[in-house]
């Protein structure tokens, strides 16, 4: 079975600097994709950005970017330019890429603080 | 347009009575998705549709859970005598059938007193 695990509960960063999510997943199956998604206070679950297993380029939307490392399943979320909009939890999911319709997988979070 | 909607917004109940929770997914979306949100937890998966069919009820806790979905449109969770450790945030999302991507609505806050 899939698993995502994220080892940082809670995390802070001083406005308009960078901070790094981490994220681990264990997976067998070679197709797949992955998701950071931000849950501000209004429980909105929103999707800040996603990479295909398959490619190999990291993604990026605008301050939003990814590191990921799939020999060691790895998927880190780096906000640059931290805004005091930025702090929510932030959710790193997972999702089979064997059927569309698949369930998403989601790590525990992390909540991320922003210090003005 | 429209994003996924959810109703109620928050639910207090009595220990023991019975809840419906609604989902009105994106017009179009065929799959649509039941999660619970715990407190201090991630989601936890719950029930899976496509059109009106489950093909995935592995996450559903217990038989006192249930939900059906008519007219593959809207969606309702039913939860039968309720207890105190299904206190949560009941999130519903809603995906096309041509991408991989799910649209969550705002989730219900379900209290049981």
């Known amino acids: 079975a899939q698993t995502v695990t994220q080892s940082q509960p809670e995390m802070s960063v001083q406005e308009a600097e960078t901070v790094t999510l981490s994220c681990t997943y264990d997976?067998?199956?070679?197709?797949?994709?992955l998701f950071w998604y931000k849950q501000p206070p209004s429980r909105q679950m929103i999707l800040v950005i996603r990479?295909?297993?398959?490619?190999?380029q990291n993604a990026t939307e605008n301050r939003f970017s990814v590191n990921f490392q799939k020999a060691a399943k790895s998927f880190s979320l780096k906000i640059s330019d931290s805004q005091l909009g930025d702090a929510a939890m932030y959710f790193c999911?997972?999702?089979?890429?064997?059927?569309?319709?698949?369930?998403?997988?989601f790590g525990k979070g992390t909540r991320l603080h922003i210090l003005p | 347009g429209a994003g996924v909607s959810q109703s109620p917004s928050n639910k207090v109940t009595e220990k023991g009575k019975d809840v419906e929770l609604r989902c009105d997914p994106i017009?179009?979306?065929?799959?649509l998705y039941w999660y619970r949100q715990s407190l201090g937890q991630g989601l936890e998966f719950l029930i899976y549709?496509?059109?009106?069919?489950?093909?995935?009820k592995s996450g559903l806790p217990s038989d006192r859970f249930s939900a059906e979905r008519t007219g593959g449109s809207v969606s309702t969770l039913t939860i039968q005598r309720t207890q105190q450790e299904d206190s949560a945030v009941y999130l519903c999302?809603?995906?096309?059938?041509?991408?991989?991507?799910?649209?969550f609505g705002p989730g219900t806050r379900l209290t049981v007193t």
């Open positions: 017009s179009g979306h065929t799959a």
């Open positions: 990479q295909e297993a398959y490619k190999q």
């Open positions: 997976t067998s199956e070679s197709d797949y994709y």
């Open positions: 999302a809603s995906s096309h059938i041509r991408n991989y991507e799910q649209y």
């Open positions: 999911a997972y999702r089979s890429g064997m059927n569309r319709d698949d369930k998403i997988i």
């Open positions: 549709f496509q059109g009106n069919s489950a093909p995935d």
